[in-house]
Nanobody, 121 residues
């Protein structure tokens, strides 16, 4: 059984940084693409990034967010720097076979429960 658990969210000020974690069980993340999505209240869930052998980022986070893996811990991280109020959302990680069409959330097979990120002064 595949399980993804996100952590690391919280309340921060604009300009601060956070690192989200996505810990997996039942699947070896090194063999899959891992996506990060976010959903703000009243809005659709949008793709933030995808990491496989290559990294992809939404334009809204490019240059501020980076994704990395710790294969020994079977965990993927989303480092978020220079956070803005518009980054406020619930952040989810997801797994599928590749980053093809990564921005479409209906393409992903497995999801975590999400972690809240709030950026406010």
């Amino acid at each position: 059984q595949v399980q993804l658990v996100e952590s690391g969210g919280g309340l921060v000020h604009p300009g601060d940084s956070l690192r989200l974690s996505c810990a997996a069980s039942g699947v070896t993340l090194d063999y899959y693409a891992i996506g990060w999505f976010r959903q703000a209240p009243g809005q659709e869930r949008l793709g933030v990034s995808c990491i496989s052998s290559t990294e992809y980022y939404a334009d809204s986070v490019k240059g501020r967010f980076t994704t990395s893996r710790d294969n020994a811990k079977n965990t993927v991280f989303l480092q978020m720097n220079s956070l803005k109020p518009e980054d406020t959302a619930v952040y989810y990680c997801a797994v599928k076979s590749s980053c093809t069409a990564w921005g479409y959330d209906n393409e992903w097979n497995y999801w975590g429960q999400g972690t809240q990120v709030t950026v406010s002064s």
